[in-house]
């Protein structure tokens, strides 16, 4: 086989495993369409859960997973940009730069029950927060710390040592060459990770089963120290512990469509943004 042939056969196959993971998507897709769309209604979205959530609506659990988002978002958002500025701008190629990259990379892979372990004993138990809604959200906020500091390294390792060399020329300090120059040429990368790390918060179940995710409620939270509901395990309960599973077989489909549709409305505000940024700066 000559090397025209070896490139054709290469190019194929890249072609068919990129159309098995498009396929894949769009049976799942609709398979969560078609399952869940004659349910959905505004009564399904705006009512409480009933006996025992065979029926109602699923209002307290949309709720519980928008404040989860939030709280992921001030948390992880900002530390995790903050710690690779300081890996890139201040810990390039120091030892404590190696170590602090070997563990991001570690952390990434841990699975998430073992971060719903650590989020029940630091805020549930030794913090005192008990299970509520911020020892869940700040246990989300760490499993997705990596991923973030992770793409934000990238994006801003991506940026060209000239423009840091322009700015500094011209009088500007460290900071400021970070803060205005460096950072946004960044963002549609960092925008990148922000997509990563909140739809992988937002489709997490095993660490709200430990830190205080509840079954079901009849009140929206009254605050961040609260129980909860939340829409990854509300599918859960409803396909492996409900009453009656064949009734709630549309709920199940439903909520899992809310909380797809829920994911790509923020990715879609964050692929907004990336290319807003990105047509702006671009180098």
């Not at 995790?80 to 070997?102: D, H, N, P, Q, T």
């Not at 089963?209 to 009254?222: I, Y």
């Amino acid at each position: 086989m000559n090397r025209r042939n070896k490139e054709v056969l290469l190019f194929s196959l890249f072609r068919g495993c990129a159309l098995l993971v498009v396929l894949a998507l769009v049976v799942l897709v609709g398979y969560i369409v078609t399952g869940g769309l004659d349910r959905l209604s505004l009564e399904f979205l705006t009512e409480m859960p009933r006996r025992a959530n065979t029926q109602g609506g699923i209002l307290p659990a949309i709720v519980g997973t928008f404040y989860l988002m939030l709280i992921v978002m001030a948390v992880s958002v900002p530390i995790g940009i903050l710690s690779a500025i300081y890996l890139v701008e201040y810990e390039k190629s120091s030892w404590r730069g190696r170590m602090f990259k070997l563990a991001v990379h570690n952390l990434a892979g841990v699975p998430s029950i073992v971060y719903g372990l650590l989020g029940l004993g630091i805020f549930v138990a030794f913090l005192g927060f008990g299970f509520s809604l911020i020892s869940a959200g700040l246990t989300l906020s760490i499993m997705t710390l990596p991923l973030m500091i992770a793409a934000s390294r990238e994006a801003i390792a991506a940026v060209p040592y000239s423009v840091r060399e322009a700015s500094l020329a011209l009088g500007a300090s460290k900071w400021q060459t970070i803060w205005h120059h460096v950072l946004p040429y960044a963002l549609p990368g960092i925008f990148t990770g922000f997509i990563l790390s909140v739809s992988r918060a937002a489709g997490e179940t095993a660490p709200l089963m430990l830190t205080g995710v509840a079954m079901s409620l009849q009140r929206l939270p009254d605050g961040f120290f609260d129980s909860f509901m939340a829409l990854p395990y509300h599918v859960f309960y409803m396909a492996t512990q409900s009453s009656d599973l064949i009734a709630t077989r549309p709920l199940q489909y439903a909520a899992a469509l809310v909380l797809l549709l829920m994911v790509l409305g923020m990715n879609l505000v964050a692929i907004v943004m990336r290319k807003r940024y990105r047509d702006k700066y671009k180098w």
